[in-house]
């Protein structure tokens, strides 16, 4: 199984959403949404849902649930790793 | 004995020793009457940075850190469900002096600050039990059990020191509010074992928000957890459990609870305190002072209870050095200042508290709008900064605004206290 690290996940929203920034300038209390942060849109939040769930096999179900964990990379991370413990 | 003193206090715990260690610092005679033997249990194991000025004014931060206590660099905030996460540390955007506090066992706490009020030159006498008191315009007669004999004490002040008990509030019969609170029930206990945070968020306290009711998990040493759940006196009755059997309910039904207890053992029994939320309307009169939480006590979800006893205590001893130098009584404006001075301490929790238990409200606090410097403003009420300058202030009226606005605007995104569905155990074929 993969290990769940912040760089792992910085370079999960590198690659989903397309960005043009180093994954090491995103740091782990970076606001993904919104115009203070990365600024990504729902295509996005889908695109790094399904490439969350295809690289740690944890599934966000209810798009509410997605919106408080893909808040920040830390809060994914967070969330994945105790996903991990229990549901893989 | 003398039976003679400047000041009498009441309890050895936070408040009491501090008010005597000032005290005595400032050149009085101090009696405290201590009724339980010390080291002692109690609960309240997290201080807030806004205390450590009092500490250093005591003298004793070289003290707690030599004593090694685990050292607390900020606090954070996160769902049962693990779907939501917010962290603070101290720090980031305050002055260096409140970067660091401290969580403490208090048995180990308290026994150091009374036995430092001792140092400086307060007579403590422990299984003393207070079990009258007069108070008049000149002072005050205290009569107390202490070895098996009835002694009484004069002196011209007496502070309350004694918690939530509050012996001198009720023996002045002091009107006190519940502020409209529900009544809440604690359950809790010392864990080994339990999951820890990386690197130097291994000090924070993390406080774990379901749906009816929290956790907090204190790491207190390398081995030791203090962990504990706090939820209505309703929401525990309507689930038909005993409080240690509710605790372990919400164990296994909550992924961020059962992550961090999953190898824990626990240490010792479990222990409850309910319904525990009560504000005197005064806090004094000429001769006499209720600090700490024999002045009130709200809510343990954000640590106030050690900062406001140590900060009230400061509050009471200057006050009565400043007095007492001039041969007075507390002016009616005086104890007016001081008791407001203390509400005000409390209210600044009381609006904190309020505001985690409205789901709406919390929902802000755990996505404060980066835009206004918001996340600033909330780290210093986290902090215990309960004097806020007018450009945190404005932020924190702005805050509670978008906190009452969130029940109708969504201005900070809805959270969801589901658990995600566990897929079911592999089950094994022989």
């Not at chain 2, 039976?3 to 936070?14: A, R």
């Not at chain 2, 993390?206 to 929290?214: A, D, K, S």
């Not at chain 2, 205590?313 to 008791?339: C, H, M, P, V």
């Not at chain 2, 835009?371 to 009420?381: E, H, Q, S, T, Y």
Request: with cysteine.
């Amino acid at each position: 199984m993969e290990k769940v690290t912040l760089d792992r996940i910085r370079q999960l929203i590198v690659e989903n959403c397309m960005l043009k920034v180093a994954s090491e300038s995103i740091g782990e209390e970076t606001l993904l949404f919104g115009p203070e942060g990365l600024g990504l849109d729902s295509i996005d939040a889908l695109q790094l849902t399904l490439g969350i769930e295809s690289t740690f096999n944890t599934p966000i179900k209810d798009p509410k649930l997605a919106i408080q964990i893909l808040r920040t990379p830390g809060t994914i991370k967070h969330w994945v790793i105790r996903q991990l413990e229990f549901n893989a | 004995m003398n039976p003679n003193w400047d000041t009498i206090v009441i309890g050895g715990g936070p408040a009491g020793s501090t008010t005597a260690g000032l005290l005595s610092k400032g050149g009085q005679k101090v009696l405290l009457l201590e009724k339980d033997t010390f080291p002692r249990f109690h609960i309240g194991e997290s201080l807030i940075p806004y205390g450590n000025d009092v500490l250093h004014e005591l003298g004793v931060w070289s003290k707690l850190e030599q004593t090694g206590f685990m050292p607390k660099l900020g606090a954070e905030f996160t769902l049962g469900n693990a779907a939501g996460f917010q962290r603070y540390w101290f720090g980031k955007n305050l002055a260096p002096r409140y970067a660091k506090t401290f969580q403490v066992e208090r048995a180990k706490f308290d026994h150091i600050l009374l036995q430092h009020a001792e140092e400086q030159g307060t007579t403590v006498l422990q299984l003393a039990k207070m079990t009258s008191v007069e108070v008049d315009s000149k002072g005050v007669t205290v009569a107390y059990d202490h070895e098996g004999a009835s002694h009484k004490a004069k002196a011209r002040w007496i502070v309350d020191g004694s918690g939530r008990t509050s012996v001198l509030g009720q023996a002045l019969k002091v009107p006190r509010s519940d502020l409209g609170m529900p009544k809440k029930i604690a359950v809790f206990s010392h864990f080994r074992d339990v999951l820890r945070n990386d690197g130097d968020a291994g000090g924070h306290i993390t406080i774990v928000r379901l749906e009816h009711g929290w956790f907090w998990f204190i790491p207190l040493d390398k081995d030791k957890t203090s962990v504990g759940l706090v939820q209505t006196i309703s929401s525990l009755k309507s689930q038909k459990l005993k409080p240690e059997e509710s605790f372990q309910h919400a164990v296994e039904n909550n992924t961020e609870i059962r992550f961090r207890m999953k190898n824990a053992e626990r240490l010792e029994a479990f222990r409850t305190e309910a319904d525990y939320t009560f504000r005197h309307n005064v806090a004094s009169g000429n001769r006499w002072l209720l600090a700490g939480d024999a002045a009130g006590f709200i809510d343990p979800i954000f640590s106030s209870g050690v900062m406001v006893a140590l900060r009230s205590s400061q509050l009471a001893a200057r006050a009565i050095l400043k007095a007492d130098a001039q041969g007075r009584g507390l002016s009616g404006f005086e104890q007016w200042n001081y008791t407001r001075r203390v509400k005000k301490m409390t209210s600044v929790f009381l609006d904190m508290i309020r505001m985690f238990y409205d789901r709406n409200a919390f929902e802000v606090f755990m996505g404060p709008n980066p835009r206004l410097d918001m996340p600033r403003a909330v780290l210093n009420l986290v902090a215990g900064n309960t004097d806020l300058t007018w450009d945190l202030q404005w932020r924190v009226w702005v805050f509670y605004t978008m906190c009452k606005l969130q029940k109708y605007i969504k201005l900070a995104p809805r959270l969801s206290f589901a658990e995600s569905p566990r897929r079911p155990k592999p089950v094994l074929t022989t």
